[in-house]
């Protein structure tokens, strides 16, 4: 039996719920499952923590995110407990600390975004090409750092337990300084979070426009998205953006309204559940792979799908 460290990612004051995802597929390999938190206050998380052996709390003066202090505590924390593997969700912090923990270490592995890893074989499957093609990796060193798309791995029920909790200091070890942070623009919950998804593209024809959009994610508790046309006709922000330039995104329910169906685009959401189009051309390419179409105009159908909505949720 090896020593398996999860990082338990801390956003807005929640444990990220791909974090579950992880530990379920951990807790399939038989190995001590440790989770290392960096908190001040893990009274506030302590019943969450399901499936865990052993729990790092990790500790300190400022606990702000800075990917050099949180990696190095990390590395630290690998070395100190002889861990096998360290796995994440792979998400925008992830995409920070990896890479600086692999630097680290020696004789060790990183795969991130990977969609299936076998602990028998030591094979980890990722996308590649913007998902045409699946690539299989072999991971031949002792310690592997594996991070998984979210939204792809099962959920499985895990006992509390009561695991034995191990605390440590922050590291202080910091080379670059963070001098600016600007937020976005956008009010609504974050795309990789939501289990529904409004998303305008060029066809929302003007940035205020999207303000209609917005009206119906407030009903259905959903996050705003867009394609790129839209982002670089600055209708939307950035952070909004889904697809292969943007975010890769899996909700229960897509909606994709004036947007035409590239494969770029495609790319950031083929994995949706359900997809629905508003589109007013019969031809667009979204309806080849939508669930559901709706031909027409999207400013007239849009305001009358938001008032039904609102008659019954
Ligand atoms: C290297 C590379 C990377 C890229 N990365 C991305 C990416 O990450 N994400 C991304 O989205 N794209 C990306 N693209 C761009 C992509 O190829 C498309 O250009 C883009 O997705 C098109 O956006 P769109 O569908 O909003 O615009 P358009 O293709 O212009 O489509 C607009 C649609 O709106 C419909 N419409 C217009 N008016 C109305 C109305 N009143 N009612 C209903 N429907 C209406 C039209 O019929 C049309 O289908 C990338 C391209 C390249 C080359």
């Not at 019943?47 to 800075?66: A, C, P, T, Y």
């Not at 019969?282 to 027409?296: Q, R, T, V």
């Amino acid at each position: 039996m090896s020593n398996l460290g999860i990082y338990i990612e801390i956003k807005k004051g929640k444990i990220q719920k791909n974090v579950k995802e992880v530990v379920s597929l951990a807790k399939s390999s038989g190995n001590t499952i440790f989770g290392v938190i960096f908190t001040n206050e893990f009274q506030n998380f302590k019943d969450e923590l399901n499936g865990f052996d052993k729990i790092i709390n990790v500790k300190g003066d400022s606990l702000v995110f800075h990917p050099d202090s949180f990696s190095e505590t990390i590395a630290e924390i690998i070395k100190e407990h002889d861990m096998e593997y360290f796995m994440g969700s792979y998400s925008f912090k992830a995409k920070e600390i990896f890479p600086r923990i692999a630097g680290k270490l020696d004789e060790c592995s990183l795969v991130n975004d990977c969609v299936n890893y076998d602990f028998g074989s030591a094979i980890a499957i990722k996308p590649v090409y913007s998902g045409k093609l699946l690539k299989e990796i072999e991971i031949k060193n002792k310690l592997k750092l594996i991070t998984l798309r979210s939204n792809v791995f099962p959920v499985v029920d895990l006992d509390a337990g009561s695991p034995e909790l191990i605390e440590k200091t922050i590291s202080d070890k910091i080379r670059s300084k963070v001098i600016n942070v600007k937020k976005s623009e956008s009010k609504s919950i974050d795309i990789m979070d939501a289990d529904i998804i409004v998303s305008g593209g060029r066809g929302m024809k003007e940035k205020e426009n999207f303000q209609i959009l917005e009206g119906l994610a407030s009903i259905l508790n959903a996050g705003v998205g867009a394609s790129r046309a839209a982002v670089d006709s600055e209708f939307a922000s950035y952070n909004m953006q889904v697809g292969q330039t943007g975010k890769v995104v899996n909700p229960k329910l897509y909606i994709a309204i004036g947007i035409s169906g590239a494969i770029q685009h495609f790319v950031g959401m083929k994995t949706s559940k359900i997809i629905v189009a508003i589109n007013k051309d019969s031809e667009a390419p979204i309806f080849k792979k939508a669930d559901y179409g709706i031909i027409g105009d999207l400013f007239k159908i849009v305001p009358m799908l938001k008032d039904e909505l609102e008659k019954v949720l």
